[in-house]
Each structure stands twice: as C-alpha cells, then as structure tokens.
T-cell receptor, first 110, second 117 residues
Framework: SQQGEEDPQALSIQEGENATMNCSYKTSINNLQWYRQNSGRGLVHLILIRSNEREKHSGRLRVTLDTSKKSSSLLITASRAADTASYFC??????????FGKGTRLSVIA | EPEVTQTPSHQVTQMGQEVILRCVPISNHLYFYWYRQILGQKVEFLVSFYNNEISEKSEIFDDQFSVERPDGSNFTLKIRSTKLEDSAMYFCASNQLGGVSGANVLTFGAGSRLTVL
C-alpha cells in the first residue's frame, strides 16, 4: 500500500532558522497533504498539493512535490518556538482513505 | 470555527472490557473516519463511514471493532474486548466530500487516549 514516510524523524533548530522535512511515498497519488500535530492533540491540516502541481505556498510554508521521485518537502521559513510539533505527510489516491507517515518531530528552540 | 469533538479524552480500562469512544463530527460533514496512533508511531486508518454504513476498513479493524451512528450527531467506535495492544490515541475525523473530489482534507478531533491495563 502507498505510504508516506517522513525524514528526518526528528529535527531541532534555532528560532529564526528554516526547517525542511521530507516525505517519500510508493505509489501514484492524487494529492499529498501535510498535517501538524501538537503534543497529545489531533492533527491539523496545513496544506494540500495536487499531483499536477510542483510547488505551493501558504504563509511561511512552502511545499514541493516531485512525482517522478515520489517525494515531497515541507519548508517552514523563519521558524518560531510555536512551530514545535510533529509534522505528517498524508497521501491520497482516488477514493482511498488518507495514509499517513510516521511524522517528523520538530523542535524550535527559542 | 466548527470542530470535531471527542469523548472521553482519556479512558483507562481493564483487558477484556468493552470500550465505547464517542465523536461528534462537524454538522454538515458526510464522511466519518476513525484513525489510531500508538504512542510515538504513525497514524493508522481504521475505518471510514458514509451513509450509515462502513465504506472502507483496514486490516486492524477486525471483529472486535464496530462503528455506529446512533443518532444524527454522534459517531461511535466500540471495542468489544480490549487487549493490551489496543492502547493508543484514537482520532475521529470528518469531511464533507470524502474522496470523491480527490481532495479529502480531514478535520480531526483532539483524540481519546485509551489505556488498557
């Protein structure tokens, strides 16, 4: 089954730096989504990129998608302590349920 | 902003006991989901529900699990005889269009933490 796998598993940066997280998947997709999870809370949708798009921006977020490599990246620019969370990619194909990866734990140190 | 609400936030139960986790999806959403997350691991799909029936389920969703929409607002997950390995966070999610539009963005609840002793 298709599956998003993020790397790195954990990332620690200083406030103000950029954070880059990567996601790889195995099969063709309709779209790829990124979600954020604060500790002990539910997932919150951040951004969706369709299979025919290569890059998308939303505020400080920038997502890229390379369907030839079956990979995506999430860039958070000018990180803040409040960005500390786990970030998950999720893939969608047709009417199948979203499939999530294991996530990247981001720590932003003030 | 509308939200998905889940109760209880935390439940502790003995192995073999039945557990019911409750969810109130967003009122105009038509598709409902349960996912679970074992501590520190990935978020796993359990089941999707539309038009009062299961539309898809994973291998995890075996005979000990069941879902129900007993009234117009609640969506429940029942675990008949809990096992130690059922300890996890269980997340309810909903969306308006399911996968039909090819963009099934989910709204998640805060989760119910289940601890089986």
């Amino acid at each position: 089954s298709q599956q998003g796998e993020e790397d790195p598993q954990a990332l620690s940066i200083q406030e103000g730096e950029n954070a880059t997280m990567n996601c790889s998947y195995k099969t063709s997709i309709n779209n790829l989504q990124w979600y954020r999870q604060n500790s002990g809370r539910g997932l919150v949708h951040l951004i969706l990129i369709r299979s025919n798009e290569r890059e998308k921006h939303s505020g400080r977020l920038r997502v890229t998608l390379d369907t030839s490599k079956k990979s995506s990246s999430l860039l958070i620019t000018a990180s803040r302590a409040a960005d500390t969370a786990s970030y998950f990619c999720a893939t969608n194909s047709g009417n199948t349920p979203l499939v999530f990866g294991k996530g990247t734990r981001l720590s932003v140190i003030a | 902003e509308p939200e998905v609400t889940q109760t209880p936030s935390h439940q502790v139960t003995q192995m073999g006991q039945e557990v019911i986790l409750r969810c109130v999806p967003i009122s105009n959403h038509l598709y409902f989901y349960w996912y679970r997350q074992i501590l520190g691991q990935k978020v796993e799909f359990l089941v999707s529900f539309y038009n009062n029936e299961i539309s898809e389920k994973s291998e995890i969703f075996d005979d000990q699990f069941s879902v129900e929409r007993p009234d117009g607002s609640n969506f429940t997950l029942k675990i008949r005889s809990t096992k130690l390995e059922d300890s996890a966070m269980y997340f309810c999610a909903s969306n308006q269009l399911g996968g039909v539009s090819g963009a099934n963005v989910l709204t998640f609840g805060a989760g119910s933490r289940l601890t089986v002793l």
